[in-house]
């Protein structure tokens, strides 16, 4: 037996679309190419870098305890900066998976480990107690 991947996946996509859908028709479903998800990535991530261009002496090309505590103080200190760092970081943790592959995408490591203080509810109860 011979099977023709070629295609496929626009075949496949065309017969569970939904007709009555008011995209019925449209093109959409399977990404087949990256380049606009790694283009809203890398845009992303240029905010997030900008964003954190204030931070004195933070290197944003190394990985370290110093680095994410210098981020982190950052952050406690200008509450507006961590509610923008978390704006971006959403889009970002959501599109990564899709595009971390591609060699057009380099991220350090230490983003995660800030993302992992921003969201974590018991680091936000202690940066509250602290400021208060």
Do not use: C
Request: no cysteine; charged share 25%; net charge negative.
């Amino acid at each position: 037996m011979i099977a023709d991947y070629i295609g496929l996946a626009e075949e496949v996509q065309r017969a569970v679309a939904d007709p009555s859908s008011k995209d019925a028709g449209k093109e959409g479903g399977f990404v087949t190419d990256l380049s606009a998800l790694v283009t809203e990535f890398r845009n992303t991530f240029a905010r997030i870098e900008d964003l954190l261009a204030e931070v004195d002496g933070l290197d944003l090309t190394v990985h370290g305890y110093e680095s994410v505590r210098a981020i982190n103080a950052y952050l406690d200190a200008n509450p507006g900066a961590a509610e923008v760092f978390s704006k971006d970081y959403r889009p970002l943790a959501s599109l990564y998976p899709l595009v971390n592959s591609d060699k057009r995408i380099t991220i350090p490591r230490w983003i995660w480990s800030v993302r992992v203080r921003l969201h974590d509810p018991v680091q936000q109860v202690l940066r509250r107690g602290r400021k208060g």
